[in-house]
């Protein structure tokens, strides 16, 4: 178990999601709704594009704690709320996500991580949180 403080804040990771992670993702989990894959079917939903699967850019986001854990059976839980969605064009660059992590509370063997999602300029996540096991 990792030892930490409040205030403590963990290394970035940045994460590009291209199109084809988008097909990959969706025959993983079922999730072939079309505003994952269509332009067209985004537009005609008011969406600036093809966006991201939500729980694909959540499992994504929490990568920045468990990463950092020895084991990841250290987080025992781990909420977000989706603000913006992140929109991933039809080229080789794709959309680039940047995580970050902080310690906020730390109590009892637990410590709480806020995490934030950065697409651009915009936050794509709010009040993400990991609590995981501390010593």
Same mark, same amino acid.
């Given at each position: 178990?990792?030892?930490?403080?409040?205030?403590?804040? !963990?290394?970035?990771?940045?994460?590009?999601?291209?199109?084809?992670? !988008?097909?990959?993702?969706?025959?993983?989990?079922?999730?072939?709704?079309? *505003?994952?894959?269509?332009?067209?079917?985004?537009?005609? !939903?008011?969406?600036?594009?093809? *966006?991201?699967?939500?729980?694909?850019?959540?499992?994504?986001?929490?990568?920045?704690?468990?990463?950092?854990?020895?084991?990841?059976?250290?987080?025992?839980?781990?909420?977000?709320?989706?603000?913006?969605?992140?929109?991933?064009?039809?080229?080789?660059?794709?959309?680039?996500?940047?995580?970050?992590?902080?310690?906020?509370?730390?109590?009892?063997? !637990?410590?709480?991580?806020? *995490?934030?999602?950065?697409?651009?300029?915009?936050?794509?996540?709010?009040?993400?949180?990991?609590?995981?096991?501390?010593?």
């Amino acid at each position: 178990m990792k030892t930490v403080e409040a205030g403590f804040e !963990l290394p970035p990771l940045t994460v590009t999601f291209r199109r084809e992670d !988008l097909v990959r993702y969706a025959g993983a989990s079922g999730d072939f709704n079309p *505003i994952h894959w269509s332009d067209r079917m985004a537009g005609a !939903l008011g969406l600036p594009g093809v *966006i991201a699967h939500g729980m694909l850019t959540m499992a994504t986001a929490v990568r920045v704690v468990t990463d950092w854990l020895d084991d990841p059976a250290d987080l025992v839980e781990y909420g977000v709320r989706f603000t913006k969605p992140v929109v991933v064009p039809d080229d080789d660059k794709g959309a680039s996500v940047t995580f970050s992590a902080k310690a906020d509370k730390v109590a009892d063997g !637990l410590a709480e991580f806020d *995490i934030t999602a950065i697409a651009g300029e915009e936050k794509v996540l709010g009040r993400a949180r990991a609590v995981v096991r501390v010593s």
